[in-house]
C-alpha cells in the first residue's frame, strides 16, 4: 500500500507541477502586458500634460497682453493721471463687472496707499509693500507681480501693474490689475 500510495502522491506531485509550469508563463506575461500598459499610459498621460501645460503657458501670455494693454490704456486717461482725482472708484467698478476675470482694478499712489478701486475707496489698504508696486515704480513699465492673496479682493490673485506718468514724464501713481486665479483655473479647467 505505501508504495501505491507514493506513486498516487507522485502523479499528483506531477500534475501541480504541470500544471504550475503551464501558469507561471502565462502570469509572467500578464504581469509584463501590465508593465509594458502602464507605461505606455503613463507616456501618454505625460504628452496630455505638456500639451495642457502649453496651453495654459499661451494663455497665460495672452492674460498677460490683454492686462498690459487695459493698463496702458487706463494709465493715460487723464482722470487718472490726475493724482488727485479720487472719483474714479465707480469708473473701476464698471470695469469689473464688464471684465469678470479681473478681482480688483485701481490706482496706487505714490504714498503705498490705493487711491481708489473697483471695491470702493472705503477700504483703504497699503500696497506700496507689494512686488508689482514697487516692481513698476523701479522699473517705469509694465510689470508682472507675484501670486498672492489679494489684500482688497480677498482671493488668490496675480497682480499686473504699469506707472501712471504725467505730462512731465513723472509717474504719479500705479495701476493695476488683479487676475482672480479661480476664474482663470476655470477657463484653463
Same mark, same amino acid.
Given at each position: 500500500?505505501?508504495?501505491?500510495?507514493?506513486?498516487?502522491?507522485?502523479?499528483?506531485?506531477?500534475?501541480?507541477?504541470?500544471?504550475?509550469?503551464?501558469?507561471?508563463?502565462?502570469?509572467?506575461?500578464?504581469?509584463?502586458?501590465?508593465?509594458?500598459?502602464? /507605461?505606455?499610459?503613463?507616456?501618454?498621460?505625460?504628452?496630455? !500634460?505638456?500639451?495642457? @501645460?502649453? %496651453?495654459?503657458?499661451? =494663455?497665460? &501670455? +495672452?492674460?498677460?497682453?490683454?492686462?498690459?494693454?487695459?493698463?496702458?490704456?487706463?494709465?493715460?486717461?487723464?482722470?487718472?493721471?490726475?493724482?488727485?482725482?479720487?472719483?474714479? /472708484?465707480?469708473?473701476?467698478?464698471?470695469?469689473?463687472?464688464? !471684465?469678470?476675470?479681473? @478681482?480688483? %482694478?485701481?490706482?496706487? =499712489?505714490? &504714498? +503705498?496707499?490705493?487711491?481708489?478701486?473697483?471695491?470702493?475707496?472705503?477700504?483703504?489698504?497699503?500696497?506700496?509693500?507689494?512686488?508689482?508696486?514697487?516692481?513698476?515704480?523701479?522699473?517705469?513699465?509694465?510689470?508682472?507681480?507675484?501670486?498672492?492673496?489679494?489684500?482688497? @479682493?480677498?482671493?488668490?490673485?496675480?497682480?499686473?501693474?504699469?506707472?501712471?506718468?504725467?505730462?512731465?514724464?513723472?509717474?504719479?501713481?500705479?495701476?493695476?490689475?488683479?487676475?482672480?486665479?479661480?476664474?482663470?483655473?476655470?477657463?484653463?479647467?
Amino acid at each position: 500500500m505505501p508504495s501505491r500510495m507514493s506513486a498516487r502522491f507522485s502523479l499528483r506531485a506531477r500534475i501541480v507541477a504541470l500544471v504550475a509550469v503551464a501558469i507561471v508563463p502565462l502570469f509572467g506575461m500578464s504581469i509584463y502586458k501590465a508593465l509594458h500598459n502602464a /507605461d505606455a499610459t503613463l507616456k501618454s498621460a505625460k504628452s496630455n !500634460l505638456q500639451f495642457a @501645460a502649453s %496651453l495654459a503657458a499661451a =494663455g497665460q &501670455d +495672452g492674460v498677460a497682453d490683454s492686462a498690459h494693454h487695459l493698463l496702458t490704456v487706463i494709465a493715460s486717461l487723464p482722470e487718472i493721471q490726475d493724482s488727485n482725482n479720487l472719483g474714479c /472708484d465707480r469708473y473701476f467698478a464698471n470695469l469689473t463687472r464688464l !471684465l469678470p476675470e479681473y @478681482a480688483n %482694478l485701481g490706482v496706487v =499712489g505714490l &504714498d +503705498g496707499y490705493a487711491r481708489c478701486h473697483a471695491l470702493g475707496s472705503e477700504k483703504k489698504a497699503y500696497l506700496g509693500d507689494r512686488a508689482y508696486f514697487l516692481k513698476a515704480l523701479q522699473q517705469r513699465r509694465f510689470v508682472v507681480g507675484d501670486y498672492a492673496h489679494g489684500r482688497l @479682493a480677498g482671493k488668490p490673485v496675480i497682480t499686473f501693474a504699469q506707472p501712471v506718468m504725467d505730462a512731465a514724464n513723472e509717474v504719479t501713481g500705479v495701476v493695476f490689475a488683479s487676475i482672480d486665479l479661480t476664474e482663470m483655473a476655470k477657463l484653463v479647467g
